[in-house]
């Protein structure tokens, strides 16, 4: 592995050059993305479909026809859908979009020798599902608004990004514009405007549990060394909408729950975490000699849903 070329790339994101250089400007640089930082993106977006599946959410994209993958990169948040979708699925086509040509391509070759049967299309195009990731810390409000534009026909959309408070804050702010036409599933637990966006110091965010082999690896030993990241540590923000006229042919649940957000932050008798709900952001505490148990679980959740029950006991 080229690891100077991977801290290169990585280092476009951090000096903000990648809102106004196409980084992609070879074969190369695409597999060196692919095999390390893509990996991760992928780890993410396995997580929030795992999340999905469980919530029962996955009803909702199971059986679409077209995909619109908006800012594909090397192609990780289809790559991840189709392997939640049952082995009899309705999919048929999938338009891949990106700014440059060569990693629309890289992503089309890739993924047709794994999936025969589905359509690639280079490219952006009205769709059933539109997936959106890492995207906003490139764009600025006009990109974000042609964006939204180009998905806006979507029954469905599932936007992912990075986890950090600018990242989070433009999702927000993106949620807000969306909801005249659409109501979010998750993570929130309700339609109102995001607590977040109104200018709390905390933001949305979560972590992804990374695989396990990574850890007996050294492979991924020398990429956390060398890029100097936290195999552990894998933040990040999303939203999952569906179209408001989808709620007259669906069963929709009743906004409840406390959605847990951030980490789990420790003190000597308790930990606490951040929850929102309809009502708003609050700090629950939960005493470490009374809910080890659930302490537990929610370290290895960190997208728990509790109930105001579960959180009162």
Known sequence: MDWELVQKIRGLYFSGKAQIDNYWQSQEVLEAYHETLAQ?????????????????????????????????????????????????????????YDRSPISMAFARNRLKA??????????????????????????????????????????????????????????SMVRQQLMAQYRVLAPCTHQ?????????????????????????????????????????????????????????AVQLDEEDGIRCIGPIRKHKAYSEVVGCDAEGLCNIRFLKSRHKAKLKQMKKDSFALLTESSVKS
């Open 192 to 248: 109102r405007t995001c607590p977040f966006s109104l200018g709390d110091d905390d933001w949305c965010h979560f972590f992804a549990e990374p695989p396990s082999f990574i850890f007996q690896s050294s492979y991924w030993r020398e990429f956390s060394d060398r890029l100097n990241i936290d195999l552990h540590t894998l933040p990040l923000s999303f939203l999952f909408m569906i179209k408001k006229e989808m709620e007259t």
């Open 40 to 96: 991760r993106i992928l780890w993410k977006w396995q997580e929030v479909f795992r999340l999905l599946k469980r919530e029962g959410l996955d009803r909702y994209f199971t059986e679409v026809e077209s995909v619109l993958d908006w800012g594909c990169g090397t192609g990780v948040a289809v790559e991840s859908l189709l392997e939640v979708l049952p082995s009899r699925n309705s999919l048929s086509q999938v338009f891949l």
């Open 114 to 171: 794994k999936h025969e049967s589905v359509g690639f299309v280079d490219g952006k195009s009205p769709a059933a599902m539109s997936l959106v990731s890492h995207v906003l810390s490139e764009m600025n409000p006009s990109q974000i608004k042609t964006c939204l534009s180009d998905i806006a026909g979507s029954q469905v959309i599932l936007w992912l990004e990075p986890g950090t408070k600018d990242c989070s804050q433009k999702l």
